[in-house]
């Protein structure tokens, strides 16, 4: 059964299309939607090289998946610096404040290894994660 939180990978079924290889930590799964970040995928972009970061690190950027790629979205493990985000699984916080992830950054109280950033994400309507997950497509990891 898929939940929040949890690891998927894609199958062979999906050779050939967007999410063939593709590693999912699921941060929503409910009777709406399903919302996750594709894992090992580098988007080949730096946090720097962003307008409005271009003061920070230069931090890889992952690409998260196919929606909203025009976006920049965080995982973290440090709650106790970025305030805002969502509880997804054990240590495992979704969104939360860029202010303060600047802000920890400027004052180096947080290392890359406690947060991802990743352009985009990986949407599914009601019910389609989990059809394709009954047709084999997914893996728990």
Same mark, same amino acid.
């Given at each position: 059964m898929l939940q929040s939180g949890q690891d998927i990978h894609a199958t062979p079924i999906l050779n050939g299309d967007y999410f063939e290889g593709a590693r999912i930590l699921l941060v929503k799964h409910d009777q709406d939607e399903s919302i996750g970040f594709i894992t090992n995928r580098a988007s080949g972009k730096q946090l720097n090289e962003l307008v409005e970061f271009s003061n920070c690190p230069p931090i890889p950027l992952r690409e998260g998946g196919p929606v909203g790629q025009d976006h920049l979205y965080m995982l973290h493990r440090r709650p106790d610096l970025i305030n805002g985000g969502q509880r997804v699984g054990e240590g495992i916080y979704w969104g939360g404040s860029m $202010? $303060? /992830?600047? *802000?920890? /950054?400027a004052v180096q109280e947080i290392?890359? $290894?406690?947060? *991802? /950033?990743? /352009? =985009?994400?990986? =949407?599914?309507d009601a019910g389609e994660l989990d059809q394709e997950w009954m047709e084999g497509c997914w893996l728990q990891q």
């Open positions: $202010d $303060d /992830l600047v *802000t920890a /950054l290392k890359e $290894d406690q947060f *991802t /950033l990743f /352009l =985009g994400y990986c =949407g599914w």
